[in-house]
Each structure stands twice: as C-alpha cells, then as structure tokens.
C-alpha cells in the first residue's frame, strides 16, 4: 500500500518536472490534429469531412444538440466554443492572430461589426442572400442575418390597464403609481438589459453630447434607472412581473412564448414612437488566412442559413427569422408581436463605436 | 583519525567559527564544549556537513571531506530534539539507514533486533509510533538509528539536554558504554561540564568561535589555559587585590602580577595544610554554612576576598562557625591570567 | 594529484547537483514565461493605447461614486469580517476539538459542510431561510407584522452570510492546529493554577499564534475578494469583485478591472509582507519531541458549559438549515423553488432525471475533474518544491523574490492572465518551445494551476514551519540524498497539508465558468459550460431548478473528492509503516499531526484510521 502510494506521487512529481518539456509534445496532438484538418479541407477541397468549428451564444438550451443532429445528417463534423455573446465574441478577439472558428452566429451586427474591424471574416455572399430583406443587409457580404431579436417594454394588463401603461421608456421614472415596480437592469453584461439603456440613449443623439449622447439622455437614463427595480439575483424577474409586484417589464421577442407559459401570463407589448430596438442574429465566415480553404464553412452557412433549416430552427426553438421565406414558420405569437412593433431605426456602426463607452458611464456613474 | 585545520564558518557576514583546528583519535570519545553560541554545534554541523566552512579542511583519515555530500560521508548522529521520523514506527525509523542501502529484509530485522538489544529496546516498543515514547526512549531509537550503518564515527549534538537530571546521568553512563563496546570514535557537544568532564577523554573549550584549550578532563581543570575556561569549568574563587598583596608579602620569588586576575579552586583552599607545606596562612570569618552530607560548603571573608571552600564531613575537622579562622592557601594552586 | 582529486570531487558534486540547477531553469522559465511575461503583456495591452501610456482608468474611477463606494464597501467587509470571522472560525473547532462537547461529531459534520457548500449555493441556501419567503422570515413576519420581508439584505445580510461561509479554513487548518498541541502545556497550566480562560489566553492562542495570523489575513482576503454574498444578499452593498468581473468581460474597460484588481492585489501584497515578518519572528509550536494527545476539556463552569452547548447547536443549525432546504428545494419544481416554497404538490424527480439521463453531461464532468485535479495535484506538488528552496534558504534574496514573484496571480483576475497568455502566446512562441497557447487542451488546465499557486504556496510554507529541519538532516545523514530524503521523509510529513489543498483547489475550479469560456478546447467542454448551457436564463425558463440540480450534484463529486483525497487519501498515508510486512507481525502505528497538518481523520467523523 505504501509503495504504491508514494509511488503515485513520485510519478506525479516527474511529471511536474516533464511538464515544461512534455507540454509541447502534448500540445501537438490536438494543435496538430487542427492543422491536419485545415491541411486535409486544403487539399481535399470538395470535401468528404467538411469540419466546422463553430463559435456561437446560440447553442444553449438544447440547440446545439438538435443543430448537430441534423448537421451531422447533412454530412458536416461538428465542433463548438459557446458561451455568452460577450465571452464568444471576447475570445474571437483574443484569438485573433491565430483563428480557430471556422463560422461564427448568433451575435448582433454590433459585435460583427467589431469582428469586421479586426477583419476577422471573409467576404462570401450565401445562396439565400436573395430571401432577406435589402434593409437587413448591412454587413457588406462580411455577414448576414438568421433570427431578428426585437427588445420592448412590456406589461402585466392584470395589474396596468391601457390607460395607465407608460408610452416610453422614459416615462416610467415620472410615474408616481410606478415607483420601484418597474423592472430596470441590474446589471450590464447581457445583451438584452444593454438594449434597456439604448432604448432610451438612442433616442437623444447628439453629436455635441457626451459620447454623442445629448445630457437630456444621460439624465433620463440616471432617472429610469433610480426609480426602478432591480431584481436581486435570487428573484425571477418574471415571477414578479406575473404576481403583479413588479408588472412593468422588458424582455426580448423569442422568450416571450416560453415565459408567458411557464408564468401564466399575458404581456401586453408597448411600441414607443420610436420603434422597438430590433436586432438580428448574424453568421459569417472566419478569416483563416488567404490559402485557407473556406469550402466547409461556406457550406455549413448556406445550409444552415436556408429557409428550410432556419423553418426547422424556429419551429423548435421559436424565434422570428430574417429569411422571408422561412417567416411564415414563426410562432404565431412572436408573428403578433412583431406585427404590434415597429423595428426603431439604429445606426449599428455609431452604437458599435460607442457602444462600450456608453455602458462603462452608466455602470461607474449613473447605476445607483 | 579526524583533523580539522583552519576552520571557518561564516554565516553572511558573521564568522560563527574562525580558526578551529583539532585533532580526534579513532576511538576516543571527544567533547566539544561551551556556552549557548560558542561555535561548538557550527564546529560539529560543519563536520556532518549541513555547514560548508569558508575556509580550512576537515580531513578523516587524511581524505578532506569538505565537498563530499552528507550521505556520503558515513557518519552517524544524534540530534538534540531526536529527530525521530514522525511518520515512521519505532522499527522504520531504525531501518531507515540499511533500507538505503538496500539491505536485504533479514539483514535488516537482525540489525534492528541486535540494536534494540544494545540500547535497550523491547519489541513492543519497536512496533510503536515514536511519539508514543517517552524522551529517553525516543533518544534510545535516536541512538539505535544513527548506529545502525555501523559509522566509525558519531555526531552528538546535546543529546541529553531535553531529558530530566536523572535520566541524563542514567544515559550519560550507556552512552559511554556503548561507545566503548562498539569501539566508535564519539564527537560530542554540550554546554554541561559536568557531563563533559566525566565521559570525555578530551575536551575542547570553546568560546566565542575560537577554541579556547584542548586537552584531558584533568588538564582542563587543573591547568585552565585562560580565564573563561577557569570560570566555565568547575567552581573557582576569585582572589582579590588585597589577598594577592597579602600572599605575594609571604613569598620571595615568583610574586604574582597585582594587575592580573586571580583564581583558585574552590577544594584547594584547605584549613589544614602538612608540615613544610608553602601554604600562606590567612584569616578570615564565617558568613554562611551549608551542609550537604558527605561535605559542607562555607562562604568566608577575607580581606577583600569571599572565598568558598569545601569541607568534608568526615569528623576530622570541626569548625566553630564563630570564630575567626585560618585559611591556607598554597600559591602553586593559584591561576593568574592576564595583567601584562 | 591531491588537486585532481579535489577536482574530481567538485565534478560529482556538480553532476549531482544537476537535477537541481535543471529545476532552477525551469522555475525561472515557468516565472518569466507564464508568471510575468503575460501580465506584463496585457497591462501593457490595456494601458498603452495608441502608442502612449493611458492612465484615465484612474479618473474615471475616482469620478465614480459607485466604484469608490465599492472599494470602501469591499475594505470595510474585509475589516469586520476578519473579526467576526476568526471569533465563529475559534469557536466552532473549540467546541468540536478543545471541549468537552455532547455530539462533537454530529457538530464537526455541520460545521465542515462549507468545504462544499460554498459561493452561489450558499447564499441561495441563505435566502431560503431569511429571504423573501424565507423560513425564518415567515416566523419573524408573524411575530413582527412591520418587518419587510426584504429585511435580510446589505452590509449585515451580507457579513452574516459570510461569517459562517468562510470558517472553512479553520475547520481545515486552526482544527489542525489544536490538535497538535501538547497536552502536556495544558496540564502544565492548570497545575499552576490557570482557570480554563486563562490557559486558553496564555497557553493555547500564543501556541497557535503563526496559525492565527495566516487565518487572519486569509479571512481579510476572503472580505476584499467577496463575489457570490454582495450579488445575492447585498442589494445595494455593493463590492469591489463582481466589478472587476464586469468590467474584466468588457473590452475597453479592462483597464478599470486592471486598476480595481491591482488595488486589491496590493492589499493582499501588504498583508503578506507583514505576515511573512511575522513568520520570522519564529514560531512557538514545539514538536517531534514527546507530545501527548489533547484531552478534551470539560467546562467546569455550569452556566458556561450549558451556554456554550447552546452557541453551539445554534452555530449548527445555522450552518446545516442552508444546505438542507438547497437539497430539499433541488427536488421541487420551478414554481416551488421560485415562490421558495417547500410542498410535495411541487416536489418533483423530473430535475433529476433530465440531467442523470442526459449522457453529455458525464464527458464534461470527467473533462473538469482532469482539468482541477490535474491542476490541483501539480500545483500542489509544484508548491512544495518551491517552499521547500525558499525554507531552505531565508536569507537569500533571490529566494525571497522567487516566492513573491509566486503571489503575482493575487494582483489580476484569472481572466485577465488568460488574455495575457493569449495575447504573448497566440502564435508558435520559443518561450514554449514553438508552442501556442490557441487551441490547445492544455492552456485551460495551466490557468487553473497558476491560479492555484499563491494560496497553495501560502499554506504549504505553513507547514513548513512545522517541519522539524532535523529531519531532514537526519536523513542525509543516514545516507539519504536529498531527492530520497524529500519524498520519504518531507513528502509524508506534508502530506495532509498538501491533500487538504489538492481537495480545495479541486474544488474551487470544478465547476469553473469564466475561465472555461474564454479557454476550453471545442473537442472537450467543461461541466460549467454544460452548466450554463442548460441553465442559462434567457433560453430556459426552468434555469433556476436546473442550476440547483447541477448545483447538488456538483456538492455530492466534491464531497466525494474530500472524502477520497482527504478523508480516505490521508489515512493511507498514515499507514504507510512497512513493518506490517515483517516476519515477526508488529501492529502499525498511527501517527499524531503537527502544527498545519490537517489532520489524518476522516473529516466526516473524525475517527482515527
């Protein structure tokens, strides 16, 4: 027994010491096994094992699994890095000088756009470029839309009638009756509760402004977020929008469907003047370098960007999608929605430039 | 035959140890002795090579083993706190030696077996955890461990300084035993004199990193080569001025330096000396008493002088405390350092 | 010819001294290439920005009232904490080693539960006591109709919570200590005439003095670096942490999340630099000299002893209550877990099954277990070297600089050493011998280890300061060399020390999200990836019982990992005495711990092997 035991960890010990060494033969065998692949598609060209390695936030809740299912189906190998918009598209970023994605999608055309800046995707126009709308195309062939993402306020008709319902974001921190019941962000790192915040900045721009934001913008924000509620990590936000404590909400146009059934209720939509932000899930090609052979990858999104596929996807998971020929798949419900609301008119590019700057001033000065 | 010559140990940019040379004897059982921060353990660490020394050579048998590894110097030692191996039985901790040496299992258990007879440990004890002994126990595995490889020589660095007075005496008596059965050459440290005085066949007397005097238990006391050494060693009386001047009026030659210091030992200050003895008579008076037994002590004062002096009780001096009374003292016992 | 020899000499000195000076290299690679060379990297990446040194992180930060109020929320935490803290942390393992307590063991069990039972889960267990709907809040809402149910909530709520989270290294290491004293200092004292107090306050806390302080100043760490109390029981105490990790996700503001970290860095640098002093001033525990067992103390006062089985059962039930209604609530629907209310209209298995049936949940978990246990165990056996070169030589400057060049990881979050790593290694690097750190397996698992280093060298140089130096020298001069002499005679001593930190690190990393994301291998996600992809709000409405689900179960492999590492890991260890394979059958000893051991006992019961 005792032999044994120190045997363990002198071998242990030996291998701390081969640590510095080995690590470098260990490190060739899966860095190795990814140059054989680019190596292998290089050559191979048509492709008998089209290898994708996607880089998505997209893939959670049972996506990935259905995605592989019929992608494998369709003859590709599958591998994938998910995580959150912010931790996806970071790491694209900080891999920049040696890639390893072969696709990336789910993202919204202001974190494509900081791809397109490191020039980090190809050019490659899909074969179902023709069944999106001309106005959605703004990715310069470097990227195009899947899913359209549509973020408004929202509120319980159990509790607020018609009347009462604020109009506009802003309005809500001048509502006596609404103080410390309206949910607010309470924090900035997901996409969605980002959107509360440029619902409002966006409409204030100014170029003379503060990071193009005139002050009137920067003191409703102050006041939206000072009046509202924030839900504590241990609360769900939509048990107290459904019990009534916290009825005046926002959330995002693909979960409404799964929330409204889960929580037994039935959210009524507001569609300020302005629109309701309306973002759309994007795919592109990553660069991998001139003579890399983009083949693979060029397949995996005109099959997966298809009106067939994008149908299939909605049917499963809900969402709205971009494809005009694959709409019709939609839920009923996100259909009617986005029929109540009109998409607001953004200027992706200024909100990537700023974008940042914009939620570091709201977390450091105006969060209570 | 071990020879030291030259040694220096600093640490950073204190010499710990300068100039030590000595000279060891196979066999002999030799005492490094001094105060708390003297050199003696440098000295001896230096030797089983846990120090290197800055300068100067440690020969054994006329091989320098400044640079050899520890563990190939073949040495054995024993550690004031025993050092025992916590995680080991009584039986590994003794093993540990020849398993380095990779003696077979039957050799091992004889070896183990024929030292927990020479030191005196029973086989219950040999299965036991070492924190479940007692000190001496623990310093007899000690023993029983450092002698295992049979080494020609053996390190002790107080060994007996955690245990009680008696016990110390008890293992004080084995140890000597031991050395002399097994025929090793012992180098020893501690602080106590009395230890040294009685298992050393020589002693050396350090202070403050040097080596004060080398020499027999009985040259050392007898023949004090400085001052410390006089002070460290036994029980001495310091005469002062006046007492000097006092003896020096009874002699013709040889007077003593009235600048140096002067010492005498406490049992040569007698109350009767022999017809024709060069004694100088003085007086003095009884300030305390104390009785022991077999002897008893006084403190008297004369002149400037408090001396000590030894009694026997053996019914052949009978001392009113009294009285004045005379004290003689023979100039040939009197050790005079320094006062150029 | 007597130069020759010497010469010779010198040679083999040399040729065995080569494995050693191979090491050096290789620690003064592994410090300039993983240690330094990344944050020099990254803090030049955020802080040089269009060819110039950038230094507006510093007036944006001070122009925010919310970023200075989280600094001196984070510093005023750490204060009080380290107060209440060491009070709760002494008293608990007191009463469960010291005294003379009824049902010690049942009580041991209760007050180890937070070597599992941390972070998240813990403060979700805590609000489903004293939350909203908590089972205490309904009782005092009864009682006091004015109370708001929201009560437990900001600095106190979150003090609370964290003053029975963060015993858990005393249970491992002030337990150790106690255990270790001599028995015999004790009765020395009362035989003098000590009441019980008094050898309390002047035998036992000045033995455990060095033990103390590294307790003190891990539990000051542990307030500054607060994350999973301030998100959930803080409201609108707020801390410096969850910050960092927002600011540290966010591109353009890393700068901030460098600064914020860096502040934080430095206050731990201070405290150690003063805990390093205080190292030198020696310490009191004597061992390896006879040593006899503690005897549990029964307390003499009446009054005293029924108070103090009172504080007890009530610090039990305050520990355990959490934890049960987090497994209890595990086993109910979504409704149940979000109204926080325990009925068997709403128990269900349906969690259970989902996850247990689902098959790509087993790869991730054994992806994770690989990643922190390899992580763990080399980091582990990685700091013992390192200690034991520092130990051996404390005046040597460049040893003293080795050791602190080891706390760099204190100064940045994990993430950001990741991008530094990413940022100096993203193409074939010679200071990885041609290696990059893109698409490797193996990065993931690096980062963990570095992570680990600082408290792993922290504690294990504790336990040096245990070792009797003798020892070793001892064994040299048996005709050990000193490879043989650390793995047969420092390597055991250190050995449930450096389990116990194998078992937490493991822990700590096991289900680790932020740094997975940024770093897992496509080929091998980790279970906290799996986690989220199968909590994550936004896509699941059931997130909340699926997370409590995973939650469980990740409790159970660390509890699992204890018990094997630690629990079982050590008594092995222990047993190790050959003589059992002697011809003449002599029982084999159990042997008694010294000062920063963690013990030899199972931690569940407490019972020797």
Redesign the interface.
């Known amino acids: 027994m005792s032999k044994k035991w120190l045997l363990t960890l002198t071998s242990a010990a030996s291998v701390l010491l081969l640590a510095a060494c080995a690590s470098g033969d260990e490190a060739e065998t899966p860095a190795g096994n990814d140059d054989d692949t680019a190596g292998e598609s290089t050559d191979g060209g048509s492709g008998e094992s089209r290898q994708v390695l996607v880089y998505s936030n997209s893939l959670a809740g049972g996506r990935q699994e259905w995605i592989d299912e019929m992608a494998t189906e369709a003859g590709f190998d599958m591998q994938y890095v998910e995580g959150g918009g912010g931790e996806v598209l970071n790491r694209l970023l900080a891999e920049a000088n040696s890639p390893q994605a072969d696709v990336a999608f789910g993202m919204d055309e202001a974190m494509f756009f900081e791809l397109v800046d490191e020039e980090l995707l190809v050019e490659y126009e899909p074969d179902w470029v023709g069944e999106i709308p001309d106005d959605a195309l703004i990715g310069d062939q470097l990227f195009h839309p899947l899913v359209e993402q549509r973020i408004f306020m929202m509120y319980n008709p159990e509790y607020v009638s018609e009347e009462e319902a604020p109009s506009n974001w802003q309005d809500l921190s001048d509502m006596e009756e609404f103080q410390g019941r309206y949910r607010v962000p309470a924090a900035l790192g997901g996409g969605t509760d980002q959107k509360a915040i440029l619902s409002i900045l966006l409409q204030y721009i100014d170029e003379d402004g503060e990071m193009g934001i005139a002050q009137e913008g920067w003191d409703e924000v102050e006041q939206y977020l000072a009046n509202g509620y924030q839900t504590p990590e241990k609360e769900e936000q939509l048990q107290n929008f459904a019990e009534g404590t916290v009825p005046l909400s926002y959330h995002f146009l693909g979960g409404i469907p799964n929330a409204e059934e889960e929580f037994g209720f039935d959210a009524e939509i507001v569609n300020p003047e302005q629109g309701v932000i309306t973002m759309r899930e994007q795919i592109g090609v990553v660069n991998k370098g001139d003579d890399h052979d983009y083949t693979a990858a060029q397949e995996f999104v005109d099959w997966f960007g298809s009106a067939e596929m994008q149908s299939a996807f909605v049917e499963e998971f809900g969402g709205l999608p971009v494809n005009e020929s694959a709409v019709d798949s939609a839920p009923e419900r996100l259909q009617e929605i986005a029929e109540q609301t009109e998409p607001m008119e953004v200027d992706w590019n200024f909100v990537r430039e700023n974008l940042n700057q914009w939620v570091e001033k709201v977390e450091l000065e105006l969060m209570p | 035959m071990i020879e030291i010559k030259g040694l220096q140990v600093k640490y950073d940019d204190f010499i710990a140890i300068d100039d030590v040379n000595l000279t060891i004897k196979e066999g002999e059982f030799f005492t490094l002795l001094g105060p708390s921060g003297c050199g003696k353990t440098t000295t001896l660490r230096s030797i089983a090579g846990f120090l290197k020394p800055s300068e100067g050579s440690i020969n054994v048998n006329g091989k320098n083993i400044v640079n050899t590894p520890i563990e190939k110097r073949g040495l054995g030692m024993i550690f004031q706190s025993y050092a025992l191996f916590p995680t080991m039985s009584v039986f590994d901790n003794i093993a540990y030696g020849l398993k380095i040496e990779k003696k077979s299992k039957a050799q091992i258990e004889d070896r183990v077996y024929e030292l927990a007879d020479l030191v005196e440990l029973n086989e219950e004890q040999l299965g036991k955890n070492v924190s479940d002994l007692s000190g001496g126990q623990q310093q007899r595995v000690a023993i029983a461990r450092a002698l295992a490889k049979k080494p020609t020589i053996v390190l002790f660095d107080e060994p007996l300084s955690n245990l009680d007075a008696k016990l110390r005496k008890q293992l004080r008596l084995e140890l000597k035993r031991i050395q002399r059965e097994t025929g090793m050459t012992a180098i020893y440290v501690t602080h106590d004199q009395d230890e040294a005085l009685e298992i050393s066949d020589h002693i050396a007397v350090f202070n403050n990193g040097k080596i004060e005097q080398i020499g027999t238990p009985r040259e050392i006391y007898d023949h004090s080569a400085s001052e410390f050494v006089c002070k460290f060693i036994g029980e001495a009386n310091y005469l002062g001025p006046s007492l000097i001047t006092h003896i020096n009026e009874h002699m013709e030659t040889n007077r003593f330096n009235p600048n140096a210091k002067h010492y005498v030992r406490e049992e040569k200050v007698n109350l009767m000396v022999p017809e024709g003895s060069k004694a100088v008579p003085v007086k003095g008076n009884i300030l305390q008493e104390v009785f022991y037994g077999t002897f008893s002590t006084y403190i008297c004062e004369v002149l400037d002088t408090t001396l000590r002096i030894i009694v026997k009780e053996d019914g052949t001096t009978r001392i009113d405390s009294k009285n004045e009374l005379t004290l003689y003292i023979d100039p040939k016992d009197i050790l005079e350092y320094g006062g150029d | 010819m007597m130069n020759s020899r010497?010469l010779k000499?010198?040679e083999s000195?040399l040729l065995?001294k080569i494995p050693f000076y191979?090491?050096c290299l290789?620690i003064a690679?592994?410090i300039f290439a993983l240690l330094i060379w990344p944050n020099v990297n990254v803090l030049v990446d955020i802080f040089w920005v269009d060819g110039e040194l950038s230094l507006s992180a510093f007036g944006?930060?001070s122009?925010?009232?919310?970023?200075i109020r989280a600094i001196l929320n984070s510093f005023l935490l750490a204060t009080v904490l380290t107060v209440t803290v060491n009070i709760v942390g002494t008293f608990i393992v007191l009463v469960t080693e010291y005294f003379d307590i009824k049902g010690a063991r049942i009580l041991r069990v209760g007050f180890m539960s937070t070597l599992v039972f941390s972070g998240?889960v813990l403060?979700?267990g805590y609000?489903y006591v004293y939350?909203?709907n908590g089972v205490l809040t309904n009782i005092f809402t009864r009682i006091l109709p004015n109370l708001e149910p929201t009560w437990f909530?900001g600095f106190p709520a979150v003090l609370f919570v964290m003053t029975f989270a963060c015993t858990t290294n005393h249970m491992l290491f002030f337990r150790n200590g106690v255990k270790g004293l001599d028995n015999n200092t004790i009765e020395a004292a009362k035989n003098l005439g000590s009441s019980q107090w008094q050898v309390l306050k002047d035998v036992v806390f000045p033995t455990l003095f060095p033990i103390i302080m590294t307790l003190v100043i891990m539990s000051f760490q542990l307030g500054l670096g607060a994350m999973a109390a301030p998100?959930?029981?803080g409201?609108?105490f707020e801390t410096i942490s969850?910050?960092i990790l927002?600011?540290t996700?966010?591109?353009?503001?890393r700068d901030?999340a460098a600064l914020l970290s860096i502040i934080l860095g430095i206050a731990q640098i201070i405290l150690l630099v003063v805990m390093t002093r205080n190292e030198k001033k020696g310490n009191y525990m004597s061992?390896?000299?006879?040593?006899t067992r503690v005897t549990k103390q029964k307390i003499e006062n009446k009054v005293a002893n029924i108070v103090v089985h009172a504080l007890s059962y009530i610090l039990f039930v305050i520990y355990t209550i959490p934890l049960i209604l987090v497994i209890l609530f595990s086993f109910m629907n979504?409704q149940g877990i979000?109204?926080s209310t325990l009925s068997l209209d709403y128990f269900t298995l349906e969690n259970y099954r989902a996850i247990l049936t689902n098959n790509?949940n087993y790869g991730p978990l054994l992806t994770s277990a690989v990643y922190a246990g390899g992580a763990a165990?080399?980091a582990v056996?990685?700091m013992i070297?390192i200690a034991r070169i520092v130990m051996k030589n404390k005046?040597n400057k460049l040893a003293e600089w080795t050791e602190y060049l080891f706390y760099i990881p204190w100064l940045l979050p994990g993430l950001m050493l990741a991008?530094g790593l990413?940022?100096s290694y993203?193409?074939p690097s010679f200071l990885?011998?041609?290696?990059?750190v893109?698409?490797?397996?193996?990065i993931l698992p690096?980062v963990y280890l570095i992570m680990m280093l600082p408290s792993t060298l922290r504690y294990i140089k504790g336990a040096y300061y245990s070792f009797?130096n003798?020892?070793e020298?001892?064994?040299?001069?048996?005709?050990?060399?000193?490879i043989?002499t650390f793995?047969?005679?420092i390597?055991?001593?250190l050995?449930p020390t450096a389990l116990a930190l194998v078992a937490l690190n493991f822990n700590n990393f096991l289900a680790d999200y932020d740094l997975s994301?940024?770093l897992?291998?496509?080929?091998y996600?980790t279970i906290g990836?799996t986690i989220?992809?199968?909590a994550?709000a936004?896509?699941?409405?059931?997130a909340?019982a699926v997370n409590l689900v995973y939650s469980v179960i990740i409790m159970a492999v660390s509890s699992i990992m204890f018990y094997v590492v630690y629990g079982r890991g050590s008594k092995?260890?222990?047993?190790?005495?050959?003589?059992r394979?002697?011809?003449?059958r002599?029982?084999?000893?159990?042997?008694?711990?010294?000062l920063g051991d963690t013990g030899v006992d199972d931690p569940a019961t407490g019972e020797k092997a």
């Open positions: 010497l000499m010198k000195n065995a191979l090491f290789f690679w592994f944006r930060l122009g925010s009232n919310r970023a998240m403060n979700n609000l939350g909203q909530t998100i959930m029981v409201g609108s969850p910050l927002s600011f996700q966010r591109p353009s503001s901030l061992i390896s000299k006879t040593k979504l979000s109204q790509t165990v080399l056996l990685f070297m005046n991008l990413i940022i993203d193409s990885l011998l041609g290696n990059s893109i698409g490797s397996v193996w690096l009797d003798n020892l020298d001892a064994s040299r001069i048996l005709g050990s060399s000193p043989r793995l047969r005679i390597l055991p001593a050995l994301a940024f897992y291998h496509p080929a996600p990836i989220r992809r199968n994550d936004a896509n699941n409405v059931n909340a092995m260890g222990e047993k190790k005495s050959g003589i394979n002697s011809r003449r002599i029982k084999a000893p159990v042997i008694v711990t010294g």
